[in-house]
Nanobody
């Protein structure tokens, strides 16, 4: 059974930092690309960042470049999203998602598997 379990969300003041974790199981980690997708109230889902586990290629949405960093620990089948200098506009539910790396298109959110999401709230 495929599982993507997010953790690390919470409430933080503007300018603060959070690190999200996504623990993956049930599939061959190296053969997938893992992404973080967020959805704010009343807005569509948007891809924030993604990484190809196979070669380490990464993608970042323009509004998070220079503030967010995606990384993976292949020994732990875990992907992280380090979020610095958070802004109230970053408030959303953050989902971890996975897609076969051969189908990965940076910036798109057509993923095969999804986690349950973790809430990130940034106060001003």
């Amino acid at each position: 059974e495929v599982q993507l379990v997010e953790s690390g969300g919470g409430l933080v003041q503007a300018g603060g930092s959070l690190r999200l974790s996504c623990a993956a199981s049930g599939f061959t980690f190296d053969d997938y690309a893992i992404g973080w997708v967020r959805q704010a109230p009343g807005k569509e889902r948007e891809g924030v960042a993604s990484i190809s586990i196979k070669d380490g290629s990464t993608y970042y949405e323009d509004s998070v470049k220079g503030r967010f960093t995606i990384s993976s620990d292949n020994a732990k089948n875990t992907v992280y999203l380090q979020m610095n200098n958070l802004e109230p506009e970053d408030t959303a539910v953050y989902y971890c998602a996975a897609v076969d790396w051969t189908n990965w298109v940076p910036g798109e959110i057509d993923y095969d598997y999804w986690g349950q999401g973790t809430q990130v709230t940034v106060s001003s």
